[in-house]
């Protein structure tokens, strides 16, 4: 939350002349609502199976640069599908987040105190994307555009 993903991975797209594609949209054109509505009205359990659906779809039928949602890697059926795929963690301090989301309007995991909330988040998810993660890129301070450019130079090295 905050890092940057979908921004970064249009960069990214737009750079190697592909298509981008996002699961949290996925996931608010499947169910024809914004995922704060998802939340409010059906719960946490109900948007986790269709973040896990869309994943799943888009993992199968996409070409091109997947930025995932947040929560998505909490999966474990999500997390065995992204085993062998190159994934890059944007990772983002505490400091960065908060100033990038905000108060957190639209955000349902962030009612109540914004930031002791983005924390909790970043404690509990962080070594989850390290063990998926084939990259880490820290976001802190950085440009997207910058924040692109070190993603780019890590995975032409690796050829891709």
């Known amino acids: 939350m905050g890092a940057g993903k979908t921004t970064v991975a249009g960069l990214l797209a737009q750079r190697w002349g592909v298509a981008v594609r996002d699961t949290d949209h996925d ?3 499947s169910a024809g609502r914004e995922i704060s509505e998802i939340f409010v009205d059906d719960g946490e359990a109900a948007f986790r199976e ?7 779809t888009a993992l199968a039928e996409h070409d091109g640069v997947l930025a995932l949602g947040g929560g998505a890697v909490l999966d474990p059926a999500t997390r065995e599908q992204l ?26 995991l962030l ?5 002791a909330r983005i924390k909790a988040l ?6 989850v994307y390290e063990a ?5 890129v820290t976001t802190d301070a950085r440009s997207p555009e910058e924040v692109a450019d070190e993603v780019v ?5 690796a050829g891709r």
């Not at 009612?111 to 930031?115: A, C, K, P, Q």
């Not at 130079?153 to 090295?157: F, H, I, R, S, T």
């Open 50 to 56: 269709l973040e896990r659906k869309a994943v799943a």
């Open 132 to 136: 998926v993660a084939t990259h880490t």
């Open 27 to 29: 996931v608010e054109a």
């Open 83 to 108: 085993a062998g795929q190159t994934v890059v963690f944007l990772r983002v301090g505490l400091s960065d987040a908060v100033k990038r989301v905000g108060l957190g309007v639209g955000r349902p």
């Open 153 to 157: 130079a890590l995975l032409e090295g």
């Open 111 to 115: 009612l109540g105190n914004v930031r």
């Open 122 to 127: 970043l404690d509990e998810r962080t070594p």
